[in-house]
């Protein structure tokens, strides 16, 4: 398998790119895998936390270059057409995380560039290794940097100035100068930290991290001020009649975790 699914704790799931031959580059089949292992943790309840990693001494090099694969059910079309479906193949990926349901934090080491680096963007939150090393590389290939979400998501991580130069020239930056960006956050064993935060995660309602993660994203975009509070006061009222809402009250009001069940 090239795609590993571990369970860590009850709710949260680790997910290992595992070609370290390849620095975990992709080929559409890879991709056609990731893709099943995602849509099996899409839905809510399916998982509390979906924390994504790579297997020897990178993240994810993208694309890889040498094999692309084969795009199913595309033998018999022309070049554009072949191409166009291989892209939105990756595409896919990207949105298949922002939409998911669980909470998808990327624990980053060694490269993640192209494709990997997009992964990495489109997750909720980032954690990097010191070894870390982010690249939008496409525009090194002959390719454009806007590529699978990156210009949706890196000026809104870092601004227009920075995330212009960094898809402009594909420059490689470290983890240290992807922590000053607010692209991430450093850790010595960013695995490790990403599992803390989870369960730091995990120790909160789950409908109440569903709906923040969703309204949070929603709001991103939000065309005024008064739909984003509109959509968080409906939320917020959804949210309070909840039982579990009345658990952490009484959880707070007794000292003691609260005991969510869901309801």
Not at 26 to 52: C, F, K, M, N, P
Not at 77 to 99: A, C, E, K, P, T
Not at 173 to 189: F, P, S
Request: proline share 3%; net charge negative.
């Amino acid at each position: 398998m090239s795609i590993e699914v571990a369970s860590v704790d009850d709710g949260i799931v680790v997910v290992t790119f595992n070609r370290p031959e390849r620095l975990n580059a992709l080929d559409q089949d890879h991709v056609t895998e990731l893709l099943r292992v995602l849509d099996d943790h899409t839905a809510y309840g399916s998982a509390r936390v979906v924390i994504l990693n790579g297997a020897g001494r990178a993240f994810c090099a993208g694309l890889d270059l040498k094999n692309r694969g084969t795009v199913e059910g595309a033998d018999d079309l022309g070049v554009v057409q072949w191409s166009m479906l291989f892209q939105r193949r990756f595409s896919d990926v990207i949105l298949r995380l922002r939409r998911m349901a669980p909470v998808v934090i990327s624990a980053v080491h060694g490269a993640a560039v192209g494709a990997g680096f997009a992964m990495a963007l489109a997750s909720d939150v980032r954690i990097a290794a010191p070894d870390a090393k982010f690249a939008v590389a496409n525009v090194r290939i002959g390719l454009s940097g806007c590529d699978v979400g990156t210009s949706y998501h890196l000026p809104r991580l870092v601004g227009t100035n920075a995330a212009a130069e960094l898809m402009l020239t594909g420059r490689t930056i470290d983890a240290a100068e992807a922590e000053r960006l607010g692209i991430c956050r450093v850790a010595d064993d960013a695995l490790a930290a990403a599992v803390d935060l989870a369960r730091e995660i995990s120790a909160n309602s789950p409908f109440g991290v569903w709906m923040t993660k969703e309204v949070m994203w929603a709001n991103v975009d939000a065309t005024s001020l008064e739909s984003a509070i509109d959509r968080e006061d409906r939320t917020q009222v959804l949210a309070s009649l909840t039982d579990d809402m009345q658990e952490a009250v009484a959880a707070f009001n007794e000292k003691r975790p609260p005991r969510y069940t869901n309801h």
